[in-house]
């Protein structure tokens, strides 16, 4: 078996909405693979068929090498799942929780004291092991989830957007058990994300996933690269945008809000020559091109629900409000 995971034209249809389209994929061991996509994209009823949840109304998969139609047993046994939704239990401990799931899962009563303590210090939460979980804090929580879907070894983990709603640092801790966990467990790791850094950070792999299909899959490197180098948006009276055509490097411009942006081969080198086509410029702003940027050009549309309306000049002014 090559693959971790492979999917035959999978769908699901809803009634009339087709909420994941005749999805094909091949996800490698080891991998950490990412369906990044917005709201409503189909992310979690993907990851929901492969974990059996769901079943599709057409096409199948494979997991671990079994047919998620045909050996949906196997499959269960040989995945780890920690969905959006909690799930681990107020009243209990943190340990009391994952000495549930151990026997749920059959994990031999030989290993499960150390398997335990295993996955307790892989999240770092030995020392509240015995406080009730509803005393936790939002990421201890997300985290014992972390080690409840680690406990019995599973082959595939499957992360439904692991960092929704936690704040900046405990969003970094998450990430960083998530790579612990890939690298010491030699684990393959599918996760979903509308959060375009997290992608960016931790996966090997993207699947740019809108309207129940894939857009387009490939590192984050080739998905940057592909939006054509650094973006330069300027703020100046200049309002004859085709001037800027005569730098060759530039392969896109666009007017919004009432700023110019360019896509510029390598912002650095052109930037005089730019702006001295600009006039008086009032601001400018340079960055490298970023996932986001990706997706907007294979989309035509922001990711980030929470950002608003607007595109990448407003973005630039917000960026720069929240400094
Ligand atoms: N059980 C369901 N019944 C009807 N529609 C659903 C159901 N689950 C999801 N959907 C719809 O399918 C689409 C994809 O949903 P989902 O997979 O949850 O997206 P994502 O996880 O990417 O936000 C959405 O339009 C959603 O409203
Ligand atoms: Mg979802």
Redesign the pocket.
């Known amino acids: 078996m090559e693959h971790a995971i492979e999917t035959f034209n999978l769908t699901k249809q809803?009634?009339d909405?087709t909420?994941?389209d005749h999805l094909n994929f091949k996800i490698k061991k080891g991998e950490i693979f990412g369906l990044l996509?917005?709201?409503?994209?189909?992310?979690?009823?993907?990851i929901s068929m492969l974990c059996t949840i769901l079943r599709p109304t057409e096409g199948t998969a494979t997991v671990n090498g079994y047919d998620i139609l045909k050996e949906s047993g196997e499959v269960r046994k040989s995945i780890g799942i920690v969905f959006q939704e909690p799930s681990v239990d107020d009243i209990l401990t943190g340990r009391e929780n994952l000495q549930l799931h151990a026997m749920w899962y059959g994990v031999p009563k030989e290993t499960r004291k150390q398997r335990i303590d295993e996955v307790l210090k892989l999240v770092g939460l030995e020392s509240r092991q015995h406080s009730l979980v509803k005393t936790y804090s939002g990421g201890m929580r997300r985290r014992l989830e972390l080690a409840r879907g680690l406990l019995h070894l599973p082959k595939v983990l499957f992360l439904?957007e692991p960092t929704l709603g936690l704040d900046p640092q405990t969003r970094e801790h998450i990430w960083e058990y998530i790579e612990r966990m890939s690298k010491e467990k030699d684990m393959t790791i599918v996760l979903?994300t509308h959060y375009m850094e997290e992608a960016d950070r931790l996966c090997d792999r993207i699947a740019i996933?809108d309207q129940?299909r894939i857009v387009v899959m490939d590192t984050p490197e080739v998905l940057k690269g592909s939006v054509g180098g650094d973006i330069i948006c300027l703020k100046t009276a200049v309002t004859d945008t085709e001037r800027f055509r005569k730098i060759t490097s530039v392969s896109n411009i666009e007017v919004e809000d009432g700023y110019i942006v360019l896509t510029v081969g390598n912002a650095g080198e052109h930037l005089q020559e730019i702006l001295n086509l600009a006039g008086k410029v009032e601001s400018v702003q340079i960055r490298p091109a970023s996932l986001d940027d990706a997706f907007i050009s294979y989309t035509g549309k922001e990711i980030r629900p929470d950002s608003g309306e607007g595109g990448i000049a407003q973005r630039i002014v917000r960026e720069k409000t929240l400094r």
């Open positions: 809803f009634k909405l909420a994941v996509g917005p709201n409503g994209a189909g992310k979690t009823t993907t439904d979903t996933i129940g």
